[in-house]
């Protein structure tokens, strides 16, 4: 029986990320559209992921504009996954380690998107997956008093494990360089074991993002690899994502297959973070079958089935690049790649 888990989703938030400005939202229905029509040897997408934000999904939802959406994903035999929890100023948010007023929409908005993931289960369209947060601040700011600081957003953190609890849901900090208390490897950790709650928080692997912890950006005292970094010389490499999958894999309860040419990248209002490329990118510097089991399995070569699906994440490539149905389909080739190695039957 060849392997049925992980479940395979796309990212629906590659139609609002970095949009807006130099080009247009792609609406949530083309973006469901696009996934339905990937097709690799007989094999499709069994779902999405949903960033909780207008066009897509508005964070103040009624119970029919949910409902009108579950119905919506669930007729092109789709399922929804993990939600992105819109938690920044400019959405209604406010940073994790701002003024009491700051955290406190924070908050808000948390409950708010705890409230959706729940309803979407209810509704029977969401089966698994995780409710996404990160601090919603910059590591720079955080640099000002990083003690302080980090305390700050383990408590935060720590009121939204309480909504979570309360509404049946787990939360995942998204590991991005640029948000603060979460920009470094070491800082991740110090986050999460600081919130100490892992049945509630947990982390969320993205490999475009992760491979940039090798290098230090934002945090030069937690590079991994050497300055200068020869990029053929895959011994070190490997043993430089042991080094930080051992840290993190306990911690990983999301995980986003990716590519990354090792360089950031901003567009629109998006803060320059990891740079992700198309899967088939020659300047890509991961070899996205093997280095995801670094993530999926075990120190002792097992499957960790810590998820029950992956989601592919690609933000800010041009629209007429996310229009063609080719993108899509390799996209899916390098997930069904993924699973064929790492996965499991079920």
Known sequence: MSNNFPKLHNAAWPGVVGKGDEEPIIELDTMLDLTVAAEVDGVKFDGVDLFLFAPHVDIDSSDDDLKRLAENVQSRGLV??????????????????????????????????????????????????????????????WAEDPGANT????????????????????????????????????????????????????????????????????????????????????????????????????????????QNDATVKGQGSHDKTGRHCLADDPNGKLNITRDAGHWLRGADGASTKAFQHVCWDGCMFPNDVM??????????????????EHGWAA
């Open 151 to 258: 305390a700050s957003i383990v408590d935060t953190f720590s009121k939204a494990c309480d909504i979570a609890a309360d509404h049946g849901e787990r939360l995942a900090a998204e590991g991005e360089i640029c948000w603060a208390g979460m920009h470094s490897w070491q800082a991740m950790v110090n986050t999460l074991e600081g919130v100490g709650r892992p049945d509630l928080l947990g982390f969320q692997a993205d490999m475009a993002h992760t491979l940039l912890y090798l290098l230090g950006y934002n945090a030069p005292e937690a590079r991994i690899l050497p300055e200068e970094f020869d990029w053929t010389d895959q011994e070190t490499f490997q043993s430089a994502l042991q080094t930080l999958t051992e840290a993190l894999r306990p911690w990983t309860i999301d995980f986003h297959i990716a």
């Open 80 to 141: 929804i996954g993990s939600v992105v929890a819109p938690v920044w100023e400019p959405t209604g948010g406010g940073s994790a380690m701002g003024s009491i007023a700051e955290r406190e929409n924070f908050l808000t908005q948390v409950r708010k998107g705890c409230g959706i993931a729940k309803k979407l289960r209810e509704l029977g369209a969401r089966p698994y997956g995780v409710v996404r947060i990160d601090s919603a601040s910059s590591p720079g700011v």
């Open 323 to 340: 229009m063609q149905p080719g993108t899509w389909n390799n996209i899916l080739a390098a997930m069904v790649a993924v699973r064929n």
